[in-house]
């Protein structure tokens, strides 16, 4: 059975940081991408960042220069580093994982999702 879990997270006022984690286990072959998203009451989940499983990265145009998103491949975990943080940043931020279970053809990959982490910023 595969997992994934978020950790961090928690309460901090503007212009501070945070850094919320995530972990992969279980019968897993490979993790390909990784991504954080978040979500707000009422909103759809948006993307914040991504990284493939050779590093390349993106992000939210709202995060940019703010958030950094790494990885280690090894450990199958994700972290998402929060600099600068705004009250239009309060969300559940979510983790989700691209995961290849099977080391045989077609490596079909499946998306698991982690139960989110609340991150509130007090103005």
């Known amino acids: 059975q595969v997992q994934v879990v978020e950790s961090g997270g928690g309460l901090v006022q503007a212009g501070g940081s945070l850094r919320v984690s995530c972990a992969a286990s279980?019968?897993?072959?490979?993790?390909?991408?990784m991504g954080w998203y978040r979500q707000v009451p009422g909103k759809q989940r948006d993307l914040v960042a991504h990284?493939?499983?050779?590093?390349?990265?993106n992000y939210a145009d709202s995060v940019k220069g703010r958030f950094t998103i790494s990885r280690d491949n090894a450990k199958m975990t994700v972290d998402l580093q929060m600099n600068s943080l705004k009250p239009e940043d309060t969300a559940v931020y979510y983790c989700?994982?691209?995961?290849?279970?099977?080391?045989?053809?077609?490596?079909?990959?499946?998306?698991?999702w982690g139960q989110g982490t609340q991150v509130t910023v007090s103005a």
């Open positions: 989700n994982a691209r995961i290849v279970l099977e080391a045989t053809a077609p490596w079909r990959e499946y998306s698991y």
């Open positions: 990284i493939t499983n050779s590093g390349d990265t």
């Open positions: 279980g019968r897993i072959f490979r993790v390909n991408a």
